[in-house]
Every structure is written in structure tokens, then in C-alpha cells.
């Protein structure tokens, strides 16, 4: 069993920062962990993608250039610095995480934990 605790998030202007964190529970040595995000009304999307071991990520187009998904192994912790964040980065962050050697774009249905999720607001 695995549980994700999610935090950091908040109300920041448009062009702030903010760092999310994920705090994992359980053995996860061989999980993708990932960021997902969803707006009032839209679809939860990927945001971001990291490889427990490894050295494999991956961004959505959204937020390519701008966030840092980074893994500290020693503290079960995964972190996504946020920076430049742009009002349309408003919406519900959550931490998941998916038993596989492999790291891929996983739909939401793939991943096996989530956390409760952590609102980002950034106003304009």
C-alpha cells in the first residue's frame, strides 16, 4: 500500500513560483510517480512524469520549459517546482503514483495511488 500526501500549493501572482510536494509512503523503488492537474470542468491531465530509479521524465507541451519535476529518494519525496506560472495553470494538483519499470504518458485509469490533491491558484 502506498499513500501520497500532497503540498505546497496556494495563491501565487502571474510570473510567481510555488513547489509542490509529495510525500510517499510505502516501497517504491519500482513506481513512475507523476503530477496530474484539472481545472473546474476540463479533464485531469498529465503534467508531469518521473521515474522512481532512473533518470527518465516527461512534460505535457503546457508547462515544458517552466517545471521541474525532481525526486529525493532519501526523503520518499517528489517535488514539482513550478515557476512563471500563468493564470491558466490554475486548478487542482495531484500526486500519483503507478507500479512500472517503464515510464510512459499514462492515462489517468493507469496509476494505481493518488493524494487528495492541493489547489494552485494564480491570478492575473
Known amino acids: 500500500q502506498v499513500q501520497l500526501v500532497e503540498s505546497g500549493g496556494g495563491l501565487v501572482q502571474t510570473g510567481g513560483s510555488l513547489r509542490l510536494s509529495c510525500a510517499a509512503s510505502g516501497e517504491i523503488s519500482n513506481y513512475v510517480m507523476g503530477w496530474f492537474r484539472q481545472a473546474p470542468g476540463k479533464e485531469r491531465e498529465s503534467v508531469s512524469v518521473i521515474m522512481w530509479a532512473g533518470s527518465g521524465t516527461y512534460y505535457s507541451d503546457s508547462v515544458k520549459g517552466r517545471f521541474t519535476i525532481s525526486r529525493d529518494n532519501a526523503k520518499n519525496t517528489v517535488y514539482l517546482q513550478m515557476n512563471s506560472l500563468k493564470p491558466e495553470d490554475t486548478a487542482t494538483y495531484y500526486c500519483?503514483?503507478?507500479?512500472?519499470?517503464?515510464?510512459?504518458?499514462?492515462?489517468?485509469?493507469?496509476?494505481?495511488?493518488w493524494g487528495q490533491g492541493t489547489q494552485v491558484t494564480v491570478s492575473s
Open positions: 500519483t503514483a503507478k507500479r512500472s519499470l517503464l515510464m510512459d504518458k499514462f492515462p489517468p485509469s493507469a496509476y494505481d495511488y
